[in-house]
């Protein structure tokens, strides 16, 4: 079968031996119909799936492709590495440089622990602010995902105040007891919560400028109270920038926002593409961590001397002069190329973006909390996600997840998909 989409005959054997036919669920086609693409190979802002097709990648390994794929220094810094060994479990220096490079670019940090995922990294985090408050309810946002770990994975429940039901099958009720779920961007609940619980409070885990509803930001106001109310009641604020962290800007939602957490937790762009993520905050904080404290966090990979490598050679690529100003210039001319196309065709759109990180909604004003993402027209979006898919262009298979540009995007790729985004406006719009 000379002919035979090679993603289908992948897909049919991933079936087989792997649940879904994917190792994390996002990948999957689910959401959206149809048949994932199974990646043969990337370079700059493109892949190339098992037919040999090619696509402009607007998810960037989700996050982390901020300088493109195969960018030669981190290529060059990979492939040393490799060469003097894959892991030791033992110190390098490499650790401690990386530690160096995040610790300057993130003010609010003195001492950090590296890890090998962002789930590890939050639910470290989680423990750590437990440990060091001897408190333990924490508060989450609906539409704020901090990874798989137990205690994070719940949702809302019908009623302020309504500690968190699992989102999981296999988290016991009493896992997620402690855990409370409030909606994002709502100040009012927020205030009533603290006034509820504030004396048993650990911390408050947000992301400042979430990405898995989309692309939602937490308003100024929303992010100071969050800040005030923390400091006042003794709990403490923890940032989730596993996919903000480097990707916003070079302080992260943090410098965007202008407030200070006490915990940072980081990912993706960190690592370049490797396994790696990190936690951090004060150092009174950080040295209630085993080995000088009584909070226990271990790990077997954890600063890993070929993800260290690939993790600063980005770093010190993305803090050169100029280049967030050329990653925001292209993010900010996508964005507005499909707005204008969409207004165009009178179709209901709107978009928002932060240095190289975006989000659209079809719909004519920006959501604010997860419960206005969930109005958005799920066949339109089918249908834009298919249209784009055929013509070259990968977007997220779901319409809750942020997308990504990255430095290797060119004028040619932007101006391509606002004029695919174009036609598929204008093929379905009213008549």
Same mark, same amino acid.
């Given at each position: 079968?000379?002919?035979?989409?090679?993603?289908?005959?992948?897909?049919d054997?991933?079936r087989a031996?792997i649940?879904?036919?994917v190792n994390?669920?996002v990948?999957?086609?689910?959401a959206?119909?149809?048949?994932p693409?199974?990646?043969?190979?990337?370079?700059?802002?493109?892949?190339?799936?098992?037919?040999?097709?090619?696509y402009?990648?607007?998810?960037?390994s989700?996050?982390?492709?901020?300088?493109?794929?195969?960018?030669?220094v981190?290529?060059?810094?990979?492939?040393?590495?490799?060469?003097e060994?894959?892991?030791?479990?033992?110190?390098?220096?490499r650790?401690i440089?990386l530690?160096e490079? &995040?610790?300057?670019?993130v003010p609010?940090?003195?001492?950090?622990?590296?890890?090998?995922s962002?789930? %590890?990294?939050?639910m470290s985090a989680?423990?750590?602010?437990?440990?060091?408050?001897?408190?333990?309810?924490?508060i989450k946002?609906?539409?704020?995902?901090h990874?798989?770990?137990?205690?994070?994975l719940v949702?809302?429940?019908s009623?302020?105040?309504?500690?968190g039901h699992p989102?999981?099958?296999?988290?016991?009720?009493?896992?997620t007891?402690?855990? $409370?779920v409030? %909606?994002?961007n709502n100040?009012?609940?927020?205030?009533?919560?603290f006034?509820l /619980?504030?004396?048993?409070?650990a911390c408050?885990?947000i992301e400042?400028i979430?990405?898995?509803?989309?692309?939602?930001?937490?308003t100024? %106001?929303?992010?100071?109270?969050?800040?005030?109310?923390?400091?006042q009641?003794g709990?403490?604020l923890v940032f989730? %920038?596993?996919m903000?962290?480097?990707r916003?800007?070079? /302080?992260?939602?943090?410098?965007?926002?202008g407030?200070?957490?006490?915990?940072?937790?980081l990912?993706?762009?960190?690592?370049g593409?490797m !396994?790696?993520a990190?936690?951090?905050?004060?150092?009174?904080i950080?040295e209630?961590l085993? !080995? $000088?404290g009584?909070?226990?966090?271990?790990?077997?990979?954890?600063?890993?001397?070929v993800a260290?490598?690939c993790?600063?050679?980005t $770093?010190?690529?993305?803090?050169?002069?100029?280049?967030?100003?050329?990653?925001?210039?292209?993010?900010?001319?996508l964005?507005?190329?499909l707005k204008?196309?969409?207004?165009?065709?009178?179709?209901?759109?709107?978009?928002d973006?932060?240095?190289?990180?975006?989000?659209?909604f079809?719909m004519?004003?920006?959501?604010?909390n997860?419960?206005?993402?969930?109005?958005?027209?799920n066949?339109?979006?089918?249908?834009?996600?298919?249209?784009?898919l055929n013509?070259?262009?990968?977007?997220a298979?779901?319409?809750?997840?942020a997308?990504?540009?990255s430095?290797?995007?060119?004028?040619?790729? &932007?101006?391509?998909?606002?004029e695919a985004?174009?036609?598929?406006f204008?093929?379905s719009?009213?008549r």
């Amino acid at each position: 079968m000379p002919n035979a989409d090679q993603n289908d005959i992948f897909f049919d054997r991933a079936r087989a031996v792997i649940p879904g036919g994917v190792n994390s669920p996002v990948r999957a086609f689910k959401a959206v119909g149809g048949t994932p693409r199974f990646i043969r190979r990337a370079e700059g802002a493109y892949f190339w799936d098992a037919n040999d097709k090619r696509y402009i990648d607007y998810i960037g390994s989700w996050g982390p492709m901020i300088l493109g794929h195969g960018h030669p220094v981190v290529v060059e810094a990979v492939q040393k590495a490799v060469l003097e060994g894959f892991s030791y479990g033992a110190p390098t220096e490499r650790e401690i440089e990386l530690a160096e490079a &995040i610790l300057a670019l993130v003010p609010s940090m003195e001492m950090v622990r590296l890890v090998s995922s962002g789930t %590890e990294a939050a639910m470290s985090a989680l423990r750590l602010a437990r440990g060091a408050t001897g408190r333990k309810h924490i508060i989450k946002f609906e539409g704020c995902y901090h990874g798989h770990a137990d205690a994070l994975l719940v949702k809302a429940g019908s009623g302020l105040a309504t500690f968190g039901h699992p989102t999981s099958a296999g988290v016991p009720p009493e896992v997620t007891q402690h855990t $409370l779920v409030l %909606e994002y961007n709502n100040i009012t609940q927020l205030e009533e919560a603290f006034a509820l /619980h504030g004396n048993d409070i650990a911390c408050l885990m947000i992301e400042a400028i979430a990405g898995n509803m989309n692309f939602v930001r937490a308003t100024a %106001e929303f992010a100071k109270r969050c800040r005030d109310l923390c400091t006042q009641h003794g709990a403490l604020l923890v940032f989730d %920038e596993v996919m903000t962290g480097f990707r916003v800007g070079l /302080h992260g939602a943090q410098g965007v926002l202008g407030i200070t957490p006490d915990l940072t937790v980081l990912g993706k762009v960190i690592g370049g593409g490797m !396994p790696l993520a990190a936690f951090g905050g004060p150092r009174a904080i950080m040295e209630q961590l085993a !080995p $000088l404290g009584p909070v226990y966090q271990a790990g077997t990979l954890s600063g890993n001397p070929v993800a260290t490598a690939c993790g600063l050679a980005t $770093l010190k690529e993305i803090a050169k002069p100029g280049f967030y100003e050329a990653l925001s210039k292209k993010t900010q001319s996508l964005v507005e190329g499909l707005k204008t196309a969409a207004a165009a065709e009178g179709q209901p759109f709107n978009a928002d973006s932060e240095g190289g990180m975006f989000g659209f909604f079809l719909m004519n004003e920006l959501p604010q909390n997860y419960a206005t993402v969930m109005t958005t027209d799920n066949a339109k979006f089918n249908a834009l996600f298919h249209g784009l898919l055929n013509r070259g262009v990968y977007i997220a298979p779901a319409l809750y997840e942020a997308g990504f540009v990255s430095a290797a995007h060119s004028d040619d790729d &932007i101006a391509a998909t606002i004029e695919a985004a174009r036609q598929i406006f204008k093929a379905s719009a009213p008549r």
